[in-house]
């Protein structure tokens, strides 16, 4: 039986969790859940799961007893007794600390959430045993992606690993010529062809800037250089990534876009078991095609790359510089083509090669984000 906490419930990922959890009594016992509102979604779970630890962001919900509070937030309820595994799916960089805590306290970890490791990779790189599996152990991709990955490895050796590939559908805008976008409005950014996913990720879809973000996540889960991570235009969104290897071989993993296949084998691994993910027959699959991602057609992409690549604090400016621009874009206030120059403006000027500690990342995230708010007119956060 695992002990799961659930860092974000009330979202789409916390949300297909907890069926994976319902599915399965006899394997999973849920012990905790967080959200960022305390409203009815919330109170539901709590009522669902009484004896579950809860938290959330804007206080303590009506009808949940001090008993079951966890009035140290999100850190207290991820190294909380029971807690075997927390399953991260909050939004933006505020779990990092608790995700530090859990490591730190032998909890493992399914991470559904970029920004940790776009922002502190570092610090959890130097919480993680070196040897491949046992890192992968403790620190489980739900990315599906990454899932993908972690599931053509099983077996091999990393050192065999000629290039890790990263399929990306393209977003809405594939076939249209980069001017043309100029004036793409929020409604044509959030029509994305394959994954039903919040705003800022749908919009980071568009731009592939979360393709990008997870090029920085596959190099702290798998410890590989950035020189081994690619990217491909795959629209159908049947193979979730695929491993070359230096005989000439790949590997990849494929089966219908449902998160709940990923989310089930992070909380399973290293077993398997029916579970509640849409099955289809090959048959019925639409033909698989394959096209090369060309970073000038995504430029944001190509900023946010060449960044990650140059390492130091640039994770973290990315992260709240995206964010920034996203919100500007969706409120106006930024042209779909202005993200891109954004974020290597902030990239520019704050910049350093040092790895910032846990406190300067948190700073630092606050400084570019009230920063670049104040530049395109944006008033308050979220
Ligand atoms: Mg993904």
Known sequence: MTGIAVLGSTGSIG????????AAPNRYRLVGLAAGHGGGALQAQTREWPEASVWAADGRPEGVSPRRWMDGGLEELSTADGVDLVLVATTGMTALPAVLAALRTGRRVALANKETLVTGGHLVDALLP?????????????????????????????????????TASGGPFRDRIPADLVDVTPADALAHPTWQMGPKITIDSATLVNKAFEAIEAKWLYDLPYPKIAAVLHPGSVVHSLVEFVDGSFKAQLG???????????????????????????ESWDPLTFAPLDPTRYPAYAAVRSAAEAGGNRGVILNAADEV?????????????????????????????AEPALNQVIELDAEVRTSLRADIGLKEDR
Not at 137 to 155: F, K, N, T, Y
Not at 256 to 276: C, N, T, V
Not at 328 to 353: C, H, N, Q, S
């Open 130 to 166: 070196a040897d491949w599996e046992s890192r992968l152990d403790r620190l489980r991709p739900v990315d599906s992606e990454h899932s993908a990955i972690w599931q053509c490895l099983r077996g091999e050796r990393l050192e065999d690993v000629e290039r890790l590939i990263l």
């Open 15 to 22: 949300l297909q969790t907890l069926d994976v959890i319902r």
């Open 256 to 282: 219908l876009p449902d998160m709940r296949l990923p989310i089930q084998f992070a909380l399973s691994y290293p077993e398997r078991h029916a579970g509640p993910a849409r099955v289809a027959a090959p």
């Open 325 to 353: 621009a996203v919100a500007g874009f969706l409120g106006g206030a930024v042209p779909f083509t202005g993200i891109a120059p954004l974020l290597e403006r902030a990239v520019d000027r704050w910049g350093v090669d």
